[in-house]
């Protein structure tokens, strides 16, 4: 076997596969052997096909195959040898289609475009500045965290007439075209939180009683799809293709009377003895809202990392290249259209991997398995106590943990988790950060620009 690499451009290639007998023709005979065992023909007992018939019949494509496996192994090969940085997969060219006799198979060549990474030395030094913004935690905030607390760990009770913080056990009953009741619809029992509902549909229920009706569209008494799956116990296919109001009739109205901001409070949320009195109970909550907003400053800073590194490296790509390449590789048919309407997205994606593997190369930025099977456990005790039980010895978590990274989307999550924190740590050390703490307000604001 012979390949000729043919540099197009910067970032496209040719490489022309010459392929002799010697390269596949024992495998070839090996697979016209072993599939002559497996087929049954008329006329012939199993597995005595003559290997002639066989290869009449089926030989061209087990040549393929076999020719494809070949292929596919030594232009890996090549590219590991070589030290190429290939973007997408190799593409057959057109060229592919004069390629040789498949009728008497003798020499065959075979022209393959490769898509190169462009080269690329990322540099994480004091002159490259970024902004880390944190949520300031001002008294606004922690009355309305203590006041989201208390109504969590307050009681229900009934009330005449529904207000804005109330809530609404009845009835769904599903309407026709007409709003009138749909014969064989859907009926189901559920409840809705006039809080968490469109501000223009809230109108709609308050000041509504028990046995009172109101008509409603579904979709904006619910937070999303998988809500309103569990509000009208639904399937998601069916979710998707709802359409029309309901009728909602009205059985109870709740009231959420707060929990009293007491002792008996303190030591339901943090243990008995552990808060003595309200300062230190507020101290306590401030610290927690710190500690969970830390991550949304996280992925923030991730966000305008990713941005501002784009922005003054932006790696050139072989476009057109890729293009090609996501249509013919998609699992399901897709247009030349589709590609290039979502083409900015993945494009964008792309140069953002070329820089961080750069980071993860040049810094040596490692993840040890440790380290995963650490944060995997993490993450497990932590579920545990979500649900108030103690985590189980060391032994059976770290056992646990382990068949977690069994699965592979669950492993390359932990694993990717752990970069981002890793990066994130590396910029801080050597980039220029300035911290800048700011209202929720203004953060929510900064983290919806995109």
Same mark, same amino acid.
């Given at each position: 076997?012979?390949?000729?690499?043919?540099?197009?451009?910067? !970032?496209?290639?040719?490489? *022309?596969?010459?392929?002799?007998?010697? &390269?596949?023709?024992?495998?070839?005979?090996?697979?016209?052997?072993?599939?002559?065992?497996?087929?049954?023909?008329?006329?012939?007992?199993?597995? =005595?096909?003559?290997?002639?018939?066989?290869?009449?019949?089926?030989?061209?494509?087990?040549?393929?195959?076999?020719?494809?496996?070949?292929?596919?192994? +030594?232009?890996?090969?090549?590219?590991?040898?070589?030290?190429?940085?290939?973007?997408?997969?190799?593409?057959?060219? &057109?060229?592919?289609?004069?390629?040789?006799?498949?009728?008497?198979?003798?020499?065959?060549?075979?022209?393959?475009?490769?898509?190169?990474?462009?080269?690329?030395?990322?540099?994480?030094?004091?002159?490259?500045?970024?902004?880390?913004?944190?949520?300031?935690?001002?008294?606004?905030?922690?009355? %309305?965290?203590?006041?989201?607390?208390?109504?969590?760990?307050?009681?229900?009770?009934?009330?005449?007439?529904?207000?804005?913080?109330?809530?609404?056990?009845?009835? #769904?009953?599903?309407? &026709?075209?007409?709003?009138?009741?749909?014969?064989?619809?859907?009926?189901?029992?559920?409840?809705?939180?006039?809080?968490?509902?469109?501000?223009?549909?809230?109108?709609?229920?308050?000041?509504?009683?028990?046995?009172?009706?109101?008509?409603?569209?579904?979709?904006?008494?619910?937070?999303?799809?998988?809500?309103? %799956? +569990?509000?009208?116990?639904?399937?998601?296919?069916?979710?998707? !293709?709802?359409?029309?109001?309901?009728?909602?009739?009205?059985?109870?109205?709740?009231?959420?009377?707060?929990?009293?901001?007491?002792?008996?409070?303190?030591? =339901?949320?943090?243990?008995?003895?552990?808060?003595?009195?309200?300062?230190?109970?507020?101290?306590?909550? =401030?610290?927690?809202?710190?500690?969970?907003?830390?991550?949304?400053?996280?992925?923030?800073?991730?966000?305008?990392?990713?941005? *501002?590194?784009?922005?003054?490296?932006?790696?050139?790509?072989?476009?057109? #290249?890729?293009?090609?390449?996501?249509?013919?590789?998609?699992?399901?048919?897709?247009?030349?259209?589709?590609?290039?309407?979502?083409?900015?997205?993945?494009?964008?994606?792309?140069?953002?991997?070329?820089?961080?593997?750069?980071?993860?190369?040049?810094?040596?930025?490692?993840?040890?398995?440790?380290?995963?099977?650490?944060?995997?456990?993490?993450?497990?005790?932590?579920?545990?106590?979500?649900?108030?039980?103690?985590?189980?010895?060391?032994?059976?978590?770290?056992?646990?943990?382990?068949?977690?990274?069994?699965?592979?989307?669950?492993?390359? *999550?932990?694993?990717?988790?752990?970069?981002?924190?890793?990066?994130?740590?590396?910029? +801080?050390?050597?980039?220029?950060? =300035?911290?800048?703490?700011?209202?929720?307000?203004?953060?929510?604001?900064?983290?919806?620009?995109?």
């Amino acid at each position: 076997m012979h390949i000729t690499e043919e540099k197009v451009s910067d !970032q496209n290639a040719l490489l *022309k596969i010459k392929i002799t007998p010697e &390269d596949y023709s024992d495998k070839y005979n090996q697979a016209l052997k072993q599939y002559r065992k497996q087929v049954s023909m008329p006329g012939f007992r199993p597995g =005595k096909v003559p290997i002639g018939v066989v290869k009449k019949r089926y030989g061209k494509s087990l040549l393929a195959e076999e020719l494809n496996k070949v292929l596919s192994d +030594r232009i890996q090969k090549y590219i590991t040898e070589k030290d190429l940085q290939v973007l997408g997969s190799p593409m057959p060219t &057109d060229q592919n289609e004069d390629q040789g006799d498949w009728d008497n198979p003798s020499d065959f060549e075979f022209t393959y475009e490769l898509g190169l990474a462009p080269d690329l030395k990322v540099n994480i030094d004091k002159k490259k500045k970024f902004e880390y913004f944190t949520i300031k935690v001002d008294d606004k905030l922690l009355d %309305e965290q203590i006041g989201d607390i208390a109504r969590r760990y307050g009681k229900l009770v009934d009330a005449e007439n529904a207000k804005e913080k109330d809530m609404l056990v009845g009835d #769904f009953v599903e309407l &026709d075209e007409n709003d009138e009741i749909k014969e064989g619809g859907i009926l189901n029992t559920s409840t809705i939180a006039i809080e968490h509902i469109d501000a223009d549909v809230q109108k709609d229920f308050i000041g509504k009683k028990p046995g009172d009706s109101v008509v409603v569209d579904p979709h904006k008494v619910s937070r999303n799809h998988e809500d309103l %799956e +569990r509000m009208l116990n639904i399937s998601h296919e069916q979710v998707h !293709q709802l359409s029309g109001n309901f009728q909602f009739n009205i059985n109870e109205v709740k009231e959420m009377i707060p929990a009293e901001i007491n002792q008996e409070l303190f030591d =339901k949320i943090f243990g008995e003895g552990e808060v003595q009195d309200e300062k230190e109970f507020r101290a306590r909550v =401030k610290d927690d809202i710190q500690k969970g907003f830390s991550q949304d400053s996280d992925r923030l800073f991730k966000r305008d990392i990713t941005n *501002k590194l784009i922005e003054d490296y932006n790696p050139t790509l072989p476009d057109d #290249f890729l293009k090609r390449w996501i249509q013919m590789s998609n699992e399901k048919p897709i247009t030349a259209d589709e590609v290039e309407r979502d083409y900015d997205s993945y494009r964008k994606s792309l140069q953002w991997q070329l820089i961080f593997n750069d980071l993860i190369k040049q810094d040596e930025i490692k993840i040890e398995q440790d380290e995963v099977i650490d944060r995997a456990k993490t993450l497990l005790s932590s579920q545990y106590a979500q649900y108030g039980l103690p985590a189980p010895d060391d032994n059976e978590l770290t056992e646990t943990a382990m068949k977690v990274l069994a699965d592979q989307d669950e492993s390359r *999550k932990l694993y990717d988790m752990l970069y981002d924190e890793k990066l994130v740590e590396y910029i +801080r050390n050597n980039a220029t950060v =300035k911290d800048k703490e700011v209202a929720y307000d203004k953060f929510v604001e900064l983290a919806q620009k995109g």
